[in-house]
């Protein structure tokens, strides 16, 4: 994005590059055929981000639709809010995953999508289970609501750090007994697994481009912010586009752009243009708070700070340690996808992820940003803090907020902690201090 000049007391405009109009333009267009699957005769399948089976669905002529991802969407278009109090209202607790219920709100509210249509009931729920426990009640409720068929995809957890033999069978075996069969049932549609290894093969592509991308923040001045950014790179291969030309192409365009950026040496596109001189490097742990993003982004970009990398970017896909989506083995791919998703990976797995990135990227902290309604990041963070600070000597710092709950962000709270935190990068640079949390 960069900022052109606009007529005095004027909002400023922000030309996009050819990548963002390409996402925006997938995006309507994928929410104009959820909103009109049935009356083309289409089905829709409910699923969520981390393990999703995409290049599995498309192979039945079903509609992707992620829930999380619309309560994303209400969460930055400043709706959510409401739709948390009133899920609160009809019992919900404080403590409840504020995606699900923004997503519960939302329905109260008329289960409008972001094109203004209402969303269709689901007619399959399909669950494959990735390490996050709330995501099994979110379809209980969903279920009980829509009335229809609910398949889910067990995911063995990683407790001792490794895919395992059995792990893959037992997944595959899942596949083939249950899912698929299902599917068709419910489709209508036979299964053929050429189709699915040709959309594997788009994955693939796509993941090549994906993965440069955020590797690309090893150069100095990083081209790219890999948190605020990278949520945006991460969206199309991460929901409903993962296995089609839209994502390779998004992915090109992407790509293409980024390396413009590393060869005249600039920094990151921010919402207000290019940022300015790079002055510290962090990797940050734990999701970003969706209703204040432009807020808390501009946090970062105003004092010189670019996150180089981030686990909330590998969610739905680590694939900047070697996974890719594999044609010749289709089933047992998306078993090892399911596998390896960030949610899926035990401590020290989450650990030694964040101290690579520390060490490869060359960075000069880790920041958690612990989420309050959601266990599966925020579980064990501190612990993680302090390890990165024994193992690099590079200072931690800490600051809380929520997924889409506005009442969570609190922008003077999170000013002040940051700025403490880059004056604590300062004086570990100037050997004044040793690496503690902020």
């Known amino acids: 994005m960069t900022e052109i000049t606009t007529p005095k007391g004027a909002s400023p405009e922000v030309i996009k590059d050819d990548s963002m109009w390409k996402q925006k333009e997938m995006m309507a267009g994928h929410y104009d055929r959820i909103t009109s699957a049935h009356e083309n005769g289409l089905k829709v399948c409910n699923t969520f981000v981390p393990g999703n089976l995409n290049e599995l669905i498309r192979c039945f002529g079903l509609v992707n639709n ?50 203004g249509k209402k969303f269709p009931d689901p007619d399959v729920l399909l669950l494959s289970y990735t390490g996050c426990f709330t995501f099994m009640k979110w379809f209980e409720l969903l279920r009980e609501q829509y009335d229809c068929e609910t398949i889910m995809l067990h995911t063995p957890y990683e407790g001792d750090g490794k895919i395992t033999k059995n792990m893959r069978d037992y997944m595959v075996k899942q596949l083939k007994d249950d899912v698929i069969p299902k599917l068709e049932r419910i489709s209508g549609v036979k299964f053929d697994i050429d189709l699915l290894r040709e959309n594997l093969v788009k994955s693939a592509k796509a993941e090549e481009d994906l993965v440069w991308v955020l ?48 060869k005249a040496g600039r920094g990151p596109v921010t919402p207000d243009g290019d940022m300015g001189k790079e002055k510290y490097r962090i990797v940050v742990e734990g999701p ?78 880790l920041l958690i940003n612990s989420i309050k309604s959601c266990n599966s990041f925020s579980a064990g963070q501190l612990l993680m803090l302090r390890e990165i600070e024994k193992r690099t000597g590079k200072p931690g710092g800490f600051v809380e907020s929520d997924l889409v709950d506005p009442r969570y962000f609190s ?27 902020a």
């Open 66 to 115: 992620l829930p999380e991802v619309n309560a994303i969407q209400s969460g930055l278009r400043k709706k959510s809010g409401n739709f948390v109090l009133e899920a609160e209202k009809h019992g919900h607790s404080e403590d409840v995953c504020t995606y699900v219920k923004s997503d519960i709100g939302m329905m109260e509210k008329g289960n409008i999508a972001p094109n």
């Open 215 to 262: 590797q690309s923040a090893k150069n100095k001045p990083s081209p790219i912010d890999a948190y605020f950014g990278g949520i945006y790179y991460i969206g199309p291969i991460f929901g409903a586009f993962r296995g089609t030309d839209d994502a390779i192409e998004y992915y090109k365009l992407l790509r293409a752009e980024v390396e413009a950026r590393v």
């Open 288 to 365: 970003p708070n969706y209703t204040s993003f432009r807020d808390f982004w501009k946090m970062f970009y105003d004092e010189g700070a670019v996150v180089v990398a981030s686990s909330y970017t590998k969610v739905g896909g680590v694939y900047d340690f070697g996974f890719r989506h594999d044609p010749t083995n289709p089933l047992e791919s998306l078993a090892d996808y399911c596998l390896g998703v960030y949610t899926n990976l035990n401590l020290p797995q989450r650990v030694d992820m964040l101290e690579n990135y520390m060490n490869e990227y060359e960075a000069d902290g």
């Open 411 to 437: 922008p003077a709270n999170i000013k002040n902690r940051l700025e403490s935190y880059f004056q604590m990068i300062d004086q570990k640079r100037s050997g004044k201090t040793k690496g503690v949390a």
